[in-house]
């Protein structure tokens, strides 16, 4: 059994550099591209500001994604980790000259170590009680917010400017300091994080995490570490999502406790499902559907409050006809179409009888 589970893993998680080659993801390297080059100009200044944002969410939605997706741990304190990453960055781009990419990485080392103290208690935790112990912490961080606030450039170790003391924005990178310019610097270091947790899934973390998903026990007899990989994925998991934080930080130059109440986390989580949290373009439609979709509905003239009866609805559906939700509904879409275009073209090639 533990032969045939290794086994399992190990073609699931298989690198193949040839994947690099495939039409599929030759497609969707043009399509950023064109949307790098050509994005800011197509969409204005405003849906250019939202898709920075609904960016930098799909990063948050993609450490979702890995912990539901292949270690089946429920973890509804994503936001709160969004913020922890966001106060790091503030606090040192103010103390500090260092340069913003210095900033967001110890932004990602300071989040990914609060990330694993905090996940400590629930590693042995799954299911209901693990999603409960996550929104109790969110909780926590939500009141830690508001009582601490987020620093602004005033002095002390909180950084808060307080009384008739200016607060001063968070300086944007020195190669991004427009909104197109940003709206490109954030996708491209989204790109990053996705790369960075695909290659953890195509490798030996990602075999290691599918194997604890299909069987712990069958994990443990075949000598998987399964506290450590918990840890490992919770570390990356907590350091990319530091980094979206930080990216976040560097939008707006300002942060408010509001933006990181522990319901934000519940949203995000139920984003990621209807997405589909078996991929990461699941996550990209995540961060869509929470970031992008309220804006869009105003534009229409509807409330933006509405978007809670889509999730509701797409809640139901993720969870009753499609459990790999949209993602997985597109990618069932594409290898029909494959299917249905090779199988034409094997019709229309000439047999050896009716050769002439």
């Known amino acids: ?27 969707v390297a043009v399509v950023l591209a064109a949307v790098l080059a050509a994005g800011p100009t197509v969409f204005g200044a405003y849906w250019t500001r939202i898709f920075t944002v609904t960016a930098i969410f799909a990063i948050a939605a993609a450490g979702i994604a890995l912990l539901y997706g292949r270690l089946g741990l429920v973890s509804l304190g994503q936001v709160s980790l969004i913020g922890v990453g966001g106060w790091i960055t503030l606090r040192v781009g103010h103390a500090t000259s260092l340069p913003f990419e210095v900033v967001l990485v110890i932004a990602a080392i300071g989040t990914g170590i ?9 590693l042995r935790l799954s299911g209901l009680n693990l999603a409960i112990v996550t929104l109790m912490l969110a909780g926590a961080f939500e009141v830690v917010f508001n009582v601490t606030g987020f620093p602004n450039g005033g002095d002390g170790f909180l950084g808060r400017a307080e009384g008739g003391v200016l607060q001063q924005p968070l300086a944007r990178p020195a190669i991004a300091q427009s909104d197109d310019a940003y709206f490109r610097y954030v996708v491209i270091i989204a790109i990053v994080m996705f790369l960075i947790i695909a290659l953890h899934l195509s490798s030996r973390p990602g075999r290691a995490w599918a194997a604890i998903r299909q069987s712990e026990a069958g994990a443990l007899a075949a000598g998987i570490g399964t506290v450590r990989y918990r840890l490992w994925a919770l570390a990356v998991v907590s350091a990319t999502t530091g980094v979206a934080g930080g990216l976040l930080a560097g939008n707006a130059g300002l942060l408010d406790p509001i933006s990181f109440k522990a319901s934000q986390s519940i949203l995000l989580f139920a984003t990621v499902l209807i997405g589909g949290a078996y991929s990461l373009l699941g996550a ?13 509905l105003d534009a229409w003239g509807i409330d933006g409050n509405l978007i809670f009866v889509i999730l509701g609805l797409g809640m139901i559906q993720a969870i009753t006809t499609a459990p790999r939700g949209i993602a997985g509904q597109l990618q069932t879409l594409y290898h029909a179409i494959r299917r249905r275009l090779s199988g034409s073209r094997d019709r229309s090639r000439p047999k050896n009888g009716d050769r002439p």
């Open 114 to 122: 609060i990330g694993v103290l905090v996940g400590l208690p629930a």
């Open 1 to 27: 059994m533990t032969a045939t589970l290794q086994q399992r893993s190990a073609r699931s998680s298989k690198w193949d550099a040839s994947r690099l080659l495939r039409p599929r993801n030759i497609v």
């Open 284 to 296: 990209v439609i995540a961060g869509f559907f929470s970031q992008g979709i309220p804006p869009l």
